[in-house]
T-cell receptor
Framework: QKEVEQDPGPLSVPEGAIVSLNCTYS??????FMWYRQYSRKGPELLMY????GNKEDGRFTAQVDKSSKYISLFIRDSQPSDSATYLC???????????FGQGTRLTINP | GAVVSQHPSWVICKSGTSVKIECRSL??????MFWYRQFPKQSLMLMAT?????????EQGVEKDKFLINHASLTLSTLTVTSAHPEDSSFYIC?????????????FGAGTRLSVL
């Protein structure tokens, strides 16, 4: 079982829709979670960083962590074509400096 | 803040030559930097962890003599692909951890596309 699982998609939705992106993880010791956005042929850009269970909101983006289910989500409201990218969830590997990434979900917002 | 600059963004070289890629943290200090490789439509694959003033730690299967990493200052790490061959063609991305920032967050450079002819 992979430490972080993420549906690679692709996911295609119309402009203005609410997008839900999800990851599951296997190790209950994971504490910190990040969401990165990666445009084609660019490096990942940090979108959200969460520590505890619950919701964290930043503009149109909401990150949600459910530690009891080992489930993390990223919601995008009022989606725009400029949101079309690959979204990666990540968490620090316990006892190490490196991050464990999900496979990434390719999202396309259609005008 | 938290800007990581990576240079060059795209390089084409002949087989057998060496290529150096630079990664700089512009507005913060980074004792730890990371080098990744990414194939099309795949997630990032960690190659090595670079610590300032010490030898890099390479992931299993990554050739140390092929991918030379130097982290000589708190703001600069370099990756040199030695004797490059077409199979080394890929997208290479660096990241850096902010020494004073939130725990375990990595900030990424824009990536370098390497094409070996």
């Amino acid at each position: 079982q992979k430490e972080v699982e993420q549906d690679p998609g692709p996911l295609s939705v119309p402009e203005g829709a609410i997008v839900s992106l999800n990851c599951t993880y296997s190790n209950s010791a994971f504490q910190y979670f990040m969401w990165y956005r990666q445009y084609s042929r660019k490096g990942p850009e940090l979108l959200m960083y969460t520590y505890s269970s619950g919701n964290k909101e930043d503009g149109r983006f909401t990150a949600q962590v459910d530690k009891s289910s080992k489930y993390i989500s990223l919601f995008i409201r009022d989606s725009q074509p400029s949101d079309s990218a690959t979204y990666l969830c990540a968490t620090p590997l316990q006892g190490a400096q490196k991050l464990v990434f999900g496979q990434g979900t390719r999202l396309t917002i259609n005008p | 803040g938290a800007v990581v600059s990576q240079h060059p963004s795209w390089v084409i070289c002949k087989s057998g030559t060496s290529v150096k890629i630079e990664c700089r943290s512009l507005d913060f200090q980074a004792t730890t930097m990371f080098w990744y490789r990414q194939f099309p439509k795949q997630s990032l694959m960690l190659m090595a962890t670079s610590n300032e003033g010490s030898k890099a730690t390479y992931e299993q299967g990554v050739e140390k003599d092929k991918f030379l990493i130097n982290h000589a200052s708190l703001t600069l790490s370099t990756l040199t692909v030695t004797s490059a061959h077409p199979e080394d063609s890929s997208f290479y991305i660096c990241s850096a951890k902010d020494l004073a920032g939130a725990k375990n967050i990595q900030y990424f450079g824009a990536g370098t596309r390497l094409s070996v002819l």
